[in-house]
């Protein structure tokens, strides 16, 4: 069963134009993580929630925006996507419930072309 | 922040051989994660370490950690061409519930 939805893997779009990625989560989970992974690097936290509450990476550029708009759905915005912004996009969810930290759990990803 | 380092980076191995990928992280913490990452996918959990001295196997892969030494292990045991892959160790989430995942270790299992 799948737990964590990415939706579409795989994208294609132009130089410039708008692009929203969506994943959805089936665990409940009240933490929502963003990456973007290049090739042969690790996964680079762009974003997460905890909850409604956002927390952006010092480094990560404007260009990239997030909105969850409920437990269950999370969305990266890529306002203008420039060439370096092709990459694999994961996200992730983890419920650290209690302060006792549980692992991540990955969707399968959206590998994003720009063209 | 948490820094955690790998070694080795890449790591190209004989089947039915055995070796050990490192991972060292500068802060005290008392949880360690391991992930695994097939070219071209996502990252896959493997083991959760939430002690001092955990040990957690799973086939031919087996982790530990040292939270003295700050020193997380993860052994192969007479590699197979199926572990061939990326495993990335991760510390736990800090104040800011983020997790800080090492460099990753490309791991090539030779017939």
């Known amino acids: 069963d799948a737990m964590v939805i990415q939706n579409p893997r795989y994208q294609v779009t132009q130089f410039g134009k708008p692009v929203t990625l969506s994943c959805s989560q089936t665990l409940n989970h009240n933490v929502m993580y963003w990456y973007q992974q290049k090739s042969s690097q690790a996964p680079k936290l762009l974003f997460h929630?905890?909850?409604?509450?956002?927390?952006n990476e010092a480094d990560t550029p404007d260009n990239f925006q997030s909105r969850r708009p409920n437990t269950s759905f999370c969305f990266l915005d890529i306002r203008s996507p420039g060439l370096g912004d092709a990459a694999m996009y994961l996200c992730?969810?983890?419920?650290?419930?209690?302060?006792?930290?549980?692992?991540?759990?990955f969707g399968p990803g959206t590998r994003l072309t720009v063209l | 922040e948490l820094k955690v380092e790998q070694n080795p980076l890449f790591l190209s191995m004989q089947e039915g051989k055995n070796y050990t990928i490192y991972c060292n992280y500068s802060?005290?913490?008392?949880?360690l994660y391991w992930y695994r990452q097939d070219p071209g996918k996502s990252l896959e959990s493997l083991f959760v370490l939430l002690s001092n001295g955990a040990v957690k196997q799973e086939g031919r892969l087996m982790a530990s950690l040292d939270t003295k030494a700050r020193l997380s292990t993860l052994h192969i045991t007479a590699a197979v061409h199926d572990l061939s892959a990326t495993y990335f160790c991760a510390g736990p989430p800090g104040t800011g519930n983020q997790f800080y995942f090492g460099t990753g270790t490309s791991l090539t299992v030779i017939p």
């Open positions: 802060t005290t913490s008392d949880r």
């Open positions: 992730a969810t983890s419920s650290l419930a209690g302060g006792f930290g549980d692992t991540q759990y």
């Open positions: 929630y905890y909850d409604k509450d956002f927390n």
